[in-house]
Antibody
Framework: QVQLVESGGGVVQPEKSLRLSCAAS????????IHWVRQAPGKGLEWVAV????????YYAHSVRGRFTISRDNSKNTLYLQMNSLRAEDTAVYYC??????????????WGQGTLVSVSS | EIVLTQSPGTLSLSPGERATLSCRAS???????LAWYQQKPGQAPRLLIY???SRATGIPDRFSGSGSGTDFSLTISRVEPEDFAVYYC????????FGQGTKLEIK
């Protein structure tokens, strides 16, 4: 079955960097777009970024554009999120989520359990 | 950006009752690219409905979605104890955005 396992979260100071990973299994990773979605403590869901199946196309939410970079390594079945210039408002649980199809225009049909990022001095 | 507004914020019902959750978009959602997710405490969201009215794999038929354009709804015909959770709508036709959520709680 589909499995997505995030890692790399932790406590980081403002303006520092952190890289999250998402290890995928149970499906043909290289044929699906994959997203990052975050959820601040006690709050709702916020879409962060998406990368195309081949890694060539990437799109970001306004709130993270220019600071975060999404990437993937299809040889390792792994998704990444490089987060730079972190702010307190980036504090959240970060989920990776699989697109229902190879298209961007699709819902998210599988989610990881999330990794917590806490930005604090 | 398409803003999704869900109502009510909290819905208090007893098991066996019918639940109707609403999601209104700030502009028309193309081709009904509207999904609903369920999230329980400490868990990741789970896809329930996509394309406004299609149930995802394994979702019980007591869950149904309807609507078009800017007004959508999720209905649970008879709420089961395991259905008490937070529900989010999402549009995926123009970038991506989520509603703020509706909490379905036990009355």
């Amino acid at each position: 079955q589909v499995q997505l396992v995030e890692s790399g979260g932790g406590v980081v100071q403002p303006e520092k960097s952190l890289r999250l990973s998402c290890a995928a299994s149970g499906f043909t990773f290289s044929t699906y777009a994959i997203h990052w979605v975050r959820q601040a403590p006690g709050k709702g869901l916020e879409w962060v970024a998406v990368v195309s199946y081949d890694g060539d196309n990437k799109y970001y939410a306004h709130s993270v554009r220019g600071r975060f970079t999404i990437s993937r390594d299809n040889s390792k079945n792994t998704l990444y999120l490089q987060m730079n210039s972190l702010r307190a408002e980036d504090t959240a649980v970060y989920y990776c989520a699989k697109s229902w199809s190879g298209s961007y225009i699709a819902p998210f049909d599988s989610w990881g359990q999330g990794t917590l990022v806490s930005v604090s001095s | 950006e398409i803003v999704l507004t869900q109502s009510p914020g909290t819905l208090s019902l007893s098991p066996g009752e019918r639940a109707t959750l609403s999601c209104r978009a700030s502009q028309s959602i193309s081709s009904n690219y509207l999904a609903w997710y369920q999230q329980k405490p400490g868990q990741a969201p789970r896809l329930l409905i996509y394309g406004a009215s299609s149930r995802a794999t394994g979702i019980p038929d007591r869950f149904s979605g309807s609507g078009s354009g800017t007004d959508f709804s999720l209905t649970i015909s008879r709420v089961e104890p395991e259905d008490f959770a937070v529900y989010y709508c999402q549009q995926y036709g123009t970038s991506y955005s989520f509603g703020q959520g509706t909490k379905l709680e036990i009355k």
